[in-house]
C-alpha cells in the first residue's frame, strides 16, 4: 500500500525547523522573510551544505559539509542571488567572493 504526504495549509516555523534539523528559536525572527528560509535548504554541493543570507547585515553565512562555518561580511544581496543560481556553489564562492570579502570562522 503506498502512503500519501499531506501538505498543512500552513506550515508553521517548527515545521521548516524540523525539516532543517535546527531548533526553530534558531530561526526566531526570520519566520516572516520566506527567501531566508529557502535559502537554508540543503542544495546540491560536495563542498557546500548550507547557505544562509542576512540581507540587514549583509552577512553571508556557508556552512561547509566539513562542518566548518564561515560568515563573509558586507556581500551584496545581488552577490548572494547570482550564488543560488550558480550551477556550481563552490567554484563560484572560490571565484567571486573568498579574497574579495572579509570573513570570520565561527565553527
Known amino acids: 500500500a503506498s502512503r500519501s504526504l499531506s501538505c498543512p ?3 508553521s516555523i517548527q515545521f521548516i525547523a524540523g525539516c532543517l534539523q535546527t531548533d526553530y528559536k534558531n530561526l526566531a525572527g ?36 566539513s562542518g566548518s562555518v564561515y560568515e563573509y561580511k558586507k556581500v551584496p544581496a545581488d552577490l548572494f542571488r547570482q550564488m543560488k543560481q550558480s550551477g556550481s556553489k563552490g567554484s563560484f564562492l572560490n571565484t567571486k567572493i573568498k579574497g574579495r570579502y572579509s570573513f570570520q570562522k565561527v565553527k
Open 9 to 11: 495549509n500552513k506550515i
Open 30 to 65: 526570520w519566520h516572516n522573510n520566506l527567501n531566508h528560509i529557502l535559502s537554508m535548504i540543503a542544495m546540491p554541493s560536495s563542498v557546500i551544505a548550507h547557505m544562509d543570507y542576512d540581507p540587514a547585515r549583509k552577512i553571508l553565512k556557508v556552512i561547509f559539509v
